[in-house]
């Protein structure tokens, strides 16, 4: 283990929230037993801690098991299983013990002289612990060059059909890295569509001999049976490979959405072709692309897909006219669900084929170090291998920067005609609005022309008025114009005015007292801040705030 000498202490840091104090201590304590004090601090979920050397090469992988494993202090930000853990209890990745369990095993092993003949198979199915420990503890067991572990979901939905404590045991056994289990927490019980458009990190790691990878694989998948509305899925698949120098073992962890998927079937495919089998454990790497070939050129189906979705409302915002009757709303508004779920189908398409660019670029540097670090020799054959992989990463390379083109081209698209859609409406709308206002403009010149009517007919009204309440008088039965010429009024005339005029007065009364009343509710509405109109039945104006 080499490290940098100094002379004094430097403060180091530790990014990680998962580890306990009494852990980090002993660890440090184990790497520098002269030192006494480490003056151990957290700050913002950040253990810092002072040594007087630096570590720059990884240990010794520990031999517990993942359950007792004490901190690999050299692991990405000091996590160890003890810190994945707790959030990996809580997912509901596994099933509990008693359940419908499901894993495969398949070993690829090679014949000891050539005589022998081809690569031989050896598969196994295990429902409990105790069959899967049995098997991985039998020394006769660990001859194979190339072991593929298949572990499903019953649905992309569901739990993994695994326990906790087998899933452990297949960890510690073949000594994989904690980083994994971030790949199994992708793969939780879900109630609903969450995290598509993300992949997680692409997990590369060597340590002495051995050299790790996981990441998660996303790709289209048609629902069966195929749904009008919405036919396509996004599924995912989890990848873990170790490679061992030393002993030229492939052991790979692989996670599927369902029992029996079109992945699981292709892989198993090519692990019962002896020339297959062959292939495989000669190239380290070639199962990945068996994985890539079966599902990523569906993207260019998905793609297109909804390109054919959104070409409906796009031709329906190109052709639409100002002067067209408006359409009912129900159908404009149907348009624009239509755009914004395409949208939402193919938002996280460039999360993905960004994810998938950088798991590309790790097994590139895979392949790359592989003839220096897994005892493969120079010869022709390797290297046109090598060269072969080379060729086929460059292509999914090549073929992932169309994909994100497109998906660029396609978004911009769905944006554009969103706009055009909307603004298009807009316009449409606003140009009924604007004939609207016309009308009502129209129906207010016709009633203040009918108002100039009834103002001319009430000025006549005011002027025949006196001469006709003088003729209603005087055509009473109180004055009779006698033969002489002598006007004679009836000693009954003060009937009239004992009735008429109580009346008047009270009739002036109560138009006074409404005046009155509705200029006090007005200053009490306006003392309190509130518009100057008249509270509905609903709100009395004792509960006015």
Not at 15 to 37: G, H, M, N, T
Not at 89 to 114: K, M, N
Not at 252 to 278: D, F, K, Y
Request: proline fraction near 6%.
């Amino acid at each position: 283990m080499a490290f940098s000498q100094t002379t004094t202490l430097h403060r180091q840091y530790a990014p990680s929230r998962y580890i306990k104090r009494d852990k980090l201590e002993a660890v440090l304590k184990e790497l520098f037993p002269a030192q006494e004090d480490f003056d151990i601090r957290l700050s913002n979920d950040i253990w810092s801690f002072a040594v007087p050397r630096t570590v720059t090469e990884p240990r010794a992988r520990s031999e517990e098991p993942p359950s007792q494993s004490s901190l690999d202090a050299y692991s990405l930000d000091l996590i160890n299983y003890d810190g994945y853990l707790p959030r990996f209890d809580l997912a509901e990745s596994c099933q509990p013990a008693g359940s419908s369990i499901r894993v495969d095993l398949v070993d690829v092993l090679l014949p000891l002289t050539e005589n022998n003949g081809g690569p031989v198979q050896r598969t196994r199915r295990f429902n409990d612990l105790q069959g899967l420990s049995s098997y991985l503890d039998d020394k006769n067991n660990d001859g194979y060059r190339t072991r593929v572990i298949s572990i499903s979901q019953r649905n992309s939905w569901a739990k993994l059909l695994i326990t906790q404590e087998m899933l452990r045991k297949i960890m510690a056994h073949h000594k994989v890295m904690p980083e994994f289990l971030d790949v199994v927490y992708s793969f939780r019980r879900k109630t609903r569509e969450i995290e598509e458009a993300f992949c997680g990190s692409v997990w590369p790691k060597k340590s002495g001999d051995m050299s790790e990878i996981a990441y998660v694989f996303k790709y289209p998948e048609l629902k069966v049976p195929i749904p009008e509305d919405d036919p396509w899925r996004i599924r995912q698949t989890g990848v873990y490979q170790q490679y061992n120098n030393s002993t030229q073992q492939s052991t790979w962890i692989v996670l599927h959405p369902t029992p029996e998927s079109v992945g699981q079937r292709r892989m198993n495919e090519c692990l019962t072709v002896p020339r297959r089998m062959l292939d495989l454990t000669r190239d380290p790497l070639l199962l990945h692309t068996v994985l890539f070939s079966t599902h990523f050129s569906a993207w260019r189906t998905y793609m297109s897909h909804y390109e054919g979705v959104l070409r409906e409302p796009s031709m329906t915002a190109l052709g639409m006219r100002f002067s067209d009757e408006p359409r009912a709303v129900d159908k404009d508004h149907a348009n624009i669900q239509r755009v914004h779920f395409v949208e939402s189908r193919c938002l996280p398409l460039t999360a993905i084929f960004r994810s998938f660019s950088q798991t590309l670029s790790a097994l590139s540097a895979l392949n790359t170090s592989l003839p220096l670090v897994c005892g493969l020799t120079h010869s022709d054959s390797d290297t046109i291998r090598r060269d072969n992989m080379v060729d086929i990463l460059s292509k999914y390379a090549s073929q992932t920067s169309a994909y994100e083109a497109q998906i660029g081209f396609l978004t911009n698209n769905i944006r554009s005609t969103a706009q055009l859609l909307s603004n298009t409406l807009n316009f449409k709308y606003q140009g009924l609005a604007q004939q609207q206002s016309e009308y009502v403009v129209e129906l207010t010149s016709a009633t203040l022309k009918d108002s100039s009517a009834v103002r001319v007919i009430t000025i006549i009204t005011l002027l025949y008025l006196p001469s006709t309440f003088v003729a209603t008088i005087f055509g009473m039965d109180f004055f009779n114009f006698g033969g002489d010429s002598r006007l004679q009024v009836s000693p009954q005339l003060w009937i009239f005015f004992a009735f008429a005029a109580p009346l008047t007065m009270a009739t002036i009364a109560w138009y006074l007292r409404q005046i009155g009343q509705r200029r006090n509710a007005a200053a009490t509405l306006s003392a309190k801040g509130k518009p100057d109109k008249l509270p509905s039945y609903k709100q009395p104006f004792e509960n006015i705030s």
